[in-house]
């Protein structure tokens, strides 16, 4: 099984739509993250969380939404879906260790929306 | 905010050929990462790059924190079909957070 799996793969819906995609991993780690990629845009952080009780916006949270709710567990929610939010997005955990923040990705939730 | 400026965005090159990309920084960083996506899937870390001036090979990967802590290169050699991905850096600050910046990345073809 993956380390950090992502639920669902794809998924494709229309505007006003609430979505929810999920995140769990099993590595252990504190800190969980969210990310959209666009072509040509890179990785922005949407959300992240260093713990249970700890959620901080990112570049990008306008929007979106997200829960922690519990130490492997990190959703991310689009309470009403518009196309501009047509993007793939990832999951990320790191374990927070002085002097590094390596990230380690889930395999991605493509998102459509119509 | 900080930003990472990847270059270059895109390569196509002959299988058996050298790839270098680079990425540069408005500002300095304390570590740099090196990922690849392979189509479909999540980022995976190749490099990580603690020290300035460090070099560290990863089999035909090498990579390089630059001495102005504003910089980083990625080398890979004699490359094959399946090095196709795209390649991101990513550079941390440090501070209290550790929060990454990541390049735009760069798309890279091999023709067989």
């Known amino acids: 099984d993956a380390d950090v799996t992502q639920t669902p793969r794809n998924r494709i819906t229309k505007t006003g739509k609430r979505i929810m995609l999920e995140c769990s991993q099993t590595?252990?780690?504190?800190?969980m993250y969210w990310y959209r990629q666009d072509p040509g845009l890179g990785l922005r952080l949407i959300y992240y969380?260093?713990?249970?009780?700890?959620?901080n916006k990112g570049e990008i949270s306008d929007g979106y939404s997200v829960s922690r709710q519990a130490q492997a567990k990190f959703s991310l929610s689009l309470e009403s879906a518009i196309p501009n939010q047509t993007a793939l997005y990832f999951c990320?955990?790191?374990?927070?260790?002085?002097?590094?923040?390596?990230?380690?990705f889930g395999a991605g939730s493509r998102l459509t929306v119509l | 905010g900080q930003q990472l400026n990847q270059s270059p965005q895109s390569m196509f090159i002959q299988e058996g050929e050298d790839v270098s990309m680079n990425c540069t920084s408005s500002?300095?960083?304390?570590?740099w990462l090196w990922y690849k996506q392979d189509p479909g899937e999540g980022p995976v870390l190749l490099i990580a790059?603690?020290?300035?001036?460090e070099l560290t090979s990863n089999g035909r990967l090498t990579a390089q924190f630059g001495i102005t802590r504003k910089d980083s290169f990625l080398n890979i050699s004699a490359s094959i079909p399946s090095d196709v991905g795209i390649y991101f850096c990513?550079?941390?600050?440090?501070?209290?957070?550790?929060?990454?910046?990541f390049g735009k990345g760069t798309l890279l073809t091999v023709n067989p």
């Open positions: 500002s300095i960083f304390n570590t």
């Open positions: 990320a955990t790191s374990d927070g260790q002085v002097g590094a923040n390596v990230l380690t």
């Open positions: 990513a550079g941390q600050a440090g501070g209290s957070n550790y929060k990454l910046t």
């Open positions: 790059l603690y020290k300035a001036g």
């Open positions: 969380s260093f713990d249970v009780k700890d959620i």
């Open positions: 590595k252990g780690h504190d800190r």
